[in-house]
């Protein structure tokens, strides 16, 4: 039995795919990890100026870059962030993110994000 290859990302294709991952995948995960270390004071990275945004923006480049590279070829250990819509060259932009936010895990993942952010910004504002 013969297996086609996917389409190799490149230029431009390969930018949205990075900014997908970075945007909704990165963007929430990291601000959250910002809010905890900022809720248990540990002002080392988000108590300088600007430090939170460079934490996070540093961070969810790094887990763009990582997802998006490795993703493909070792899915056994990227199965919970690895997205391979993300990935497919014959969508357009919008499509890939629309056929995401169809997917039923896809609401699961955003609505718990938003719960633990709601809940870690409650916890920061009531302490500082």
């Known amino acids: 039995m013969t297996a086609l290859a996917a389409p190799k990302?490149?230029?431009?294709?390969?930018?949205?795919c990075f900014a997908l991952y970075a945007v909704l995948q990165g963007v929430p995960i990291y601000s959250g990890v910002a809010l905890a270390i900022k809720l248990i004071d540990a002002a080392e990275f988000v108590g300088q100026p600007f430090g939170a945004v460079i934490f996070v923006a540093?961070?969810?480049t790094f887990h763009a870059m990582l997802t998006s590279g490795l993703g493909a070829r070792y899915r056994h250990f990227f199965r919970h962030s690895y997205e391979p819509l993300f990935a497919d060259t014959t969508l357009s932009f919008s499509e890939r993110v629309s056929r995401w936010l169809a997917k039923p895990n896809t609401a699961v993942q955003l609505l718990s994000q938003v719960l633990l952010l709601s809940a870690l910004a409650?916890?920061?504002v009531s302490i500082g």
């Open 58 to 60: 540093m961070m969810s």
């Open 122 to 124: 409650i916890g920061v």
């Open 9 to 16: 990302l490149t230029g431009r294709k390969w930018l949205e």
